[in-house]
C-alpha cells in the first residue's frame, strides 16, 4: 500500500513539469495565415494546422505545442486551402463550395 501510495506522488508532482516543457514552435511569417480570423500554419504541400494562439520573443513568433488543434494523440488536425475560394478543408476532401471552379485536389 505504502508502494502505491510513493508511485502517486511521483506522478503528481511529474504533472506540472509536463506543462513547463511544452514546446515552443517557432513559425515563418511567410508560413503563416490569418486571413480567416484564424491561425493557419503551412507545414507544406499545402497543409496546414491550426493554433488557439501565436506568440513572440526575441527569436520571433511560436505557438506551443499544446495549443495545436489535434483529431487525437496521434495526429494534427490537417486542412488545405482552395487556391481559388481560400477556404479550409480537411485533407483528402474536395473543396465543399458550389461555386468554386477547383476540382482540387
Ligand atoms: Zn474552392
Known amino acids: 500500500m505504502k508502494k502505491i501510495i510513493c508511485a502517486l506522488l511521483f506522478l503528481s508532482t511529474l504533472a506540472p513539469l509536463s506543462a513547463i516543457v511544452d514546446e515552443k514552435m517557432y513559425i515563418d511569417t511567410n508560413e503563416l495565415d490569418m486571413s480567416k ?20 520573443d526575441q527569436s520571433g513568433l511560436y505557438t506551443l505545442e499544446s ?11 490537417k486542412e488545405w486551402k482552395c487556391p481559388y475560394c481560400y477556404n479550409w478543408w ?11 471552379p477547383s476540382t482540387y485536389p
Open 90 to 100: 480537411p485533407v483528402k476532401t474536395p473543396c465543399q463550395n458550389k461555386d468554386c
Open 67 to 77: 495549443n495545436i488543434l489535434k483529431w487525437d494523440e496521434s495526429g494534427y488536425v
Open 37 to 56: 480570423g484564424r491561425f493557419k500554419i503551412h507545414v507544406g504541400h499545402n497543409h496546414w494546422i491550426e493554433t488557439k494562439s501565436i506568440m513572440h
